[in-house]
């Protein structure tokens, strides 16, 4: 397979719905909008969810529970993926250099999924208990960033 002999998915390139354009192109007169009815009037749109004046789903279900809006998030990042770099410095530029982190400034955790063998200097913004532990067992340290 090569750039000559690429095609798109079987219907991935439709045509337009070009509607009122006379009888002939099967979307004329009603212009595909069905006779009378609330979604045949101009200007009409209807909410996400309307349900014909039903009361819709996301109002019938029952709230839960709270969001907090001051909450901190954290990539996380396991033992065992550490391991396999290869490199005895891991530092937020690292890391964002390998595409693990989406902005350089992101927060970052450590847990200790996994097993280490090699001393590594791991740089992150927090450490599990277990990821600590077994980073400074296997000769290692674990710096807090900020």
Known sequence: MNLSNLRAPKNANRNKKRVGRGMGSGH?????????GQGSRSGSSMMRGFEGGQMPLHRRLPKRGFTNIFRTEYTVLNLDRLAEFG?????PEFYAAKGL???????????????LTVALTVHAHKFSKTAQEKIEKAGGKAVLIG
Do not use: F, M, P
Not at 87 to 91: K, S, V
Not at 101 to 115: D, F, H, P, Q, V
């Open 87 to 91: 490199e005895t410095e891991l530092t």
């Open 28 to 36: 004329g007169k009603t212009s595909a909008r069905g006779h009378k």
């Open 101 to 115: 982190l989406k902005r350089r400034n992101e927060l970052l955790k450590i847990l200790g999924n996994g097993e």
